[in-house]
T-cell receptor
Framework: AQKITQTQPGMFVQEKEAVTLDCTYDTSDPSYGLFWYKQPSSGEMIFLIYQGSYDQQNATEGRYSLNFQKARKSANLVISASQLGDSAMYFC???????????FGTGTRLQVFP | DAGITQSPRHKVTETGTPVTLRCHQTENHRYMYWYRQDPGHGLRLIHYSYGVKDTDKGEVSDGYSVSRSKTEDFLLTLESATSSQTSVYFCAIGAGTVYNEQFFGPGTRLTVL
């Protein structure tokens, strides 16, 4: 069963606007972690942000924030003030319990236009 | 820069030949991982290691083996490459922080003809 779902294969946003990339997850473990990674066209994977299941507040890292809705099992990435350099694939991933294994979603391709 | 290199970066080989991909880290991290990335599948875990000579299978381990004789090196071997193993292969290390986020190498593009 797929445990990480990213339903948006592609998204467009105008420069300087905010955009939300969706991620839903499925787990029965009360302890888990959620990650977002960025993959530009050059191919490298870049860690962006992390949210733990017990964290009371939504994670933020600069222009990135994670809209964590535990009851809905969603962990959406919000990018504020989009820049052309934000154009990339974005992957949501989950780590369950005490394992160190990540399960990735299929990704969302974001394109920022001027 | 997490100090992860992968070699080779590109390889073209023929069906049935053995292939070994190397991941090298300079950070002395305990956890290392091999993933493959295919369109429509995201990244999938092949094998991982939690120390020298300690390895375990991931989600898509069939047709692959790994070895880790030194902390800094994690090798992925395709014993007899098949066209279905054409993919981009990423190595990652566990950061060892409270999040234990993973940092990825630059990837190896493997084509099996």
């Amino acid at each position: 069963a797929q445990k990480i779902t990213q339903t948006q294969p592609g998204m467009f946003v105008q420069e300087k606007e905010a955009v939300t990339l969706d991620c839903t997850y499925d787990t029965s473990d009360p302890s888990y972690g959620l990650f977002w990674y960025k993959q530009p066209s050059s191919g490298e994977m870049i860690f962006l942000i992390y949210q733990g299941s017990y964290d009371q507040q939504n994670a933020t890292e600069g222009r990135y924030s994670l809209n964590f809705q535990k009851a809905r099992k969603s962990a959406n990435l919000v990018i504020s003030a989009s820049q052309l350099g934000d154009s990339a694939m974005y992957f949501c991933a989950m780590r369950e319990g005490n394992t160190d294994k990540l399960i990735f979603g299929t990704g969302t391709r974001l394109q920022v236009f001027p | 820069d997490a100090g992860i290199t992968q070699s080779p970066r590109h390889k073209v080989t023929e069906t049935g030949t053995p292939v070994t991909l190397r991941c090298h880290q300079t950070e002395n991290h305990r956890y290392m991982y091999w993933y493959r990335q295919d369109p429509g599948h995201g990244l999938r875990l092949i094998h991982y290691s939690y120390g020298v000579k300690d390895t375990d299978k991931g989600e898509v381990s069939d047709g692959y083996s790994v070895s880790r004789s030194k902390t800094e090196d994690f090798l992925l071997t395709l014993e007899s490459a098949t066209s279905s193993q054409t993919s981009v292969y990423f190595c990652a290390i566990g950061a060892g922080t409270v999040y234990n986020e993973q940092f990825f190498g630059p990837g190896t593009r493997l084509t099996v003809l």
